[in-house]
């Protein structure tokens, strides 16, 4: 069973930057799209980025758009997120999922958030 991981969460600055990983060490990742999502306090999840199984098409929240990249490393079994300029309304818990390369689109997951695994979190602070 896919088991994700999140990982490089932390507090960082106004205007910084951070990368985040989701890796599973066991199954391979490059059949599944792979999405970030993310849930403040009192807030719904938002779909933040989503990345196909092929990494040819990406889908990014217009809240991240420009900011934000994710991309995927099947070699590393990794898919990552790099934020940069990062503000505080970005403090959230982050989460990665994982859906079927059969199963709708990058879009899709992102909009929807219907995966079948989700990992547990990591925690991404922005303040001064």
């Known amino acids: 069973q896919v088991q994700l991981v999140e990982s490089g969460g932390g507090l960082v600055q106004p205007g910084g930057s951070l990368r985040l990983s989701c890796a599973d060490s066991e199954f391979t990742l490059e059949n599944y799209k792979i999405g970030w999502f993310r849930q403040a306090p009192g807030k719904e999840r938002e779909g933040v980025s989503c990345i196909s199984a092929s990494g040819g098409s990406v889908y990014y929240a217009d809240s991240v758009q420009g900011r934000f990249a994710i991309s995927r490393d099947d070699a590393k079994n990794t898919v990552y997120l790099e934020m940069y300029m990062l503000e505080p309304e970005d403090t959230a818990v982050y989460y990665c999922?994982?859906?079927?390369?059969?199963?709708?689109?990058?879009?899709?997951?992102?909009?929807?958030?219907?995966?079948?695994?989700w990992g547990h979190g990591t925690q991404v602070t922005v303040s001064s």
């Open positions: 999922a994982a859906v079927s390369r059969n199963i709708g689109s990058a879009q899709s997951l992102c909009v929807t958030g219907r995966a079948t695994y």
